[in-house]
């Protein structure tokens, strides 16, 4: 009876901690405004964009934004549900593989922290930003689920029975790769690698046959929709107009280029892009110093037990190589900004997590102050960036009343502070011709009215 009690008391207070992470990310992507690309997704022209597959062919991720510019609440809600899910799954995950599901709150607190600490130039571009958010979070989420769906396969004899869960499986592993570019060539390296192995071992199981072989087929589905059109036969052949940096760059000439190079001047080639890539993960030189500190402790901390423990060698290095993986296609091509590195920073938190959940293991007496410190630096950083969005949403609401009660001569806008601007995309960027037209579209804003902007 007294178990029963207790396990009841550990749901009421599972459901409790975890509704409150809900209202408050509620909170937060509620006052997320629409910025950028946002203005034009939620224009027609938007969905004309998505229909014939124009700008690119991430269908998934830019349907969810066509939808997600035209409604709040909905924004609001999935928004939050996305952020929620996506740490839950890593927290499942870090738990599954520790097999300690005492610490489970306690690693959502760690994860949900790096989160919030993450730099500012990578948040405003995931996180902070609608369009961002559907193609790199999304894509973030889905990725973590198949590492959890790779695991539960190596370890577990049955997978799934329900015909309708199959079928959802199959189109979880068509929209899946229909996000971002990189992450579904990862997806799909990582799927035939599994597949692979599996299929090569002398012990098969019918049930997880059916299970590998729908997640295949999916994959394949996606990968083809997603590369095999007219769009990416010209980008290859025809180059693209790079939005980092203006300059024309073509992924064909450039394969081309670094094959007629010789080895030395390919090596010097691949540092200089490693290089540029790690200049945008480390950003705030302070925060990356502190990511490589903490690791580097608990590494050294959890080694003698990692030591005979083959298991865990494989569970990081297998993580490493998906985030190793995920670079390569930026090794090739310029990158487009910060956001582009959102999924290797998710990867190294996760593997900083599974080694935080082996060294409670060792140090058992110190689990209780570990998580009132973590617990406390989390709740600082919740307030924090709380109050950065209280901010921005009390500019919203002064924008929005400015628009209603415009007259349609003159319009004052009041701009964002430059405190809390770093969490926004592009948020000063209203003297690009292509964002003004989309924003007065957006908001309904004639032509013949004069807009000003100012700063309080």
């Known amino acids: 009876m007294k178990n029963l009690i207790k396990k009841v008391d550990d749901r009421i207070i599972k459901i409790v901690f975890y509704s409150l992470w809900l209202i408050y990310w509620i909170f937060i992507t509620w006052n997320i405004p629409y910025l ?20 690119n062919h991430r269908y998934f991720g830019n349907f969810l934004v066509v939808i997600l510019t ?45 989160i919030l600490f993450m730099d500012k130039r990578i948040w405003a571009e995931t996180f902070g930003w609608v369009s961002g958010f559907c193609n790199y979070v999304v894509s973030a989420l889905f990725l973590m689920i198949y590492i959890c769906i790779y695991h539960y396969i190596r370890v577990s004899k049955v997978f799934v029975k329900n015909i309708i869960i199959r ?54 589905i996606g990968f083809i929709i997603m590369f095999f059109n007219k769009f990416f036969l ?21 394969i081309i280029y670094s094959l007629d190079l010789s080895v030395k001047e390919n090596i010097h080639l691949f540092i200089d892009r490693l290089l540029f890539i790690l200049k945008i993960i480390g950003y705030t030189e302070y925060s990356m110093l502190f990511l490589l500190l903490c690791s580097a402790v608990i590494f050294i901390c ?20 998906i985030c190793s993986l995920s670079l390569l296609p930026f090794l090739v091509v310029l990158l487009t900004g910060a956001r582009v590195v959102l999924h290797q920073y998710l990867l190294f938190v996760l ?32 307030l924090l960036v709380g109050l950065d969005y209280y901010h921005i949403g009390i500019t919203n609401k002064k924008q929005m009343d400015a ?10 806008l009041p701009l964002y502070s430059e405190n809390v ?13 292509y964002l003004k037209k989309y924003f007065r579209q957006f908001y309904n804003i004639s032509d013949d009215t004069v807009v000003y902007f100012y700063k309080e």
């Open 36 to 55: 950028a690309d946002d203005w034009n997704w939620g224009t027609r022209d938007g969905v004309n964009q998505l229909v014939k597959g124009s700008l």
């Open 70 to 114: 035209r409604n709040v609440y909905v924004k609001s809600l999935f928004m939050a549900i996305v952020i929620c899910l996506l740490v839950y799954v890593m927290t499942r995950y870090i738990v599954m593989i520790s097999d300690n599901k005492a610490i489970e709150c306690f690693i959502y607190c760690f994860i949900m922290f790096f």
């Open 167 to 220: 079928v959802i499986l199959l189109v979880f592993a068509i929209i899946s790769m229909l996000c971002l570019e990189n992450i579904a060539m990862v997806i799909a390296v990582c799927s035939a690698f599994i597949g692979f192995r599996f299929f090569s071992k002398k012990e098969r199981n019918n049930e997880l046959n059916i299970d590998v072989i729908i997640l295949l087929v999916g994959n394949t």
């Open 234 to 254: 010209d980008l290859f052949t025809l180059g693209y107009q790079s939005a980092f940096d203006g300059e024309e760059s073509h992924l064909g000439r450039e």
């Open 302 to 321: 959890v080694h003698k037990k990692l030591e005979n423990n083959k298991s865990s060698y494989k569970i990081i290095i297998g993580v490493m190589l």
């Open 351 to 382: 593997v900083l997590s599974f080694m935080v959940a082996k060294l409670l293991k060792v140090f058992t007496r110190y689990y209780t102050p570990i998580k009132l410190t973590v617990f406390s630096v989390s709740l600082l950083f919740v």
């Open 403 to 412: 628009i209603e009660e415009c007259d349609g001569k003159e319009l004052y």
């Open 421 to 433: 601007s770093s969490n926004l995309w592009r948020v000063y960027d209203f003297e690009d011709e």
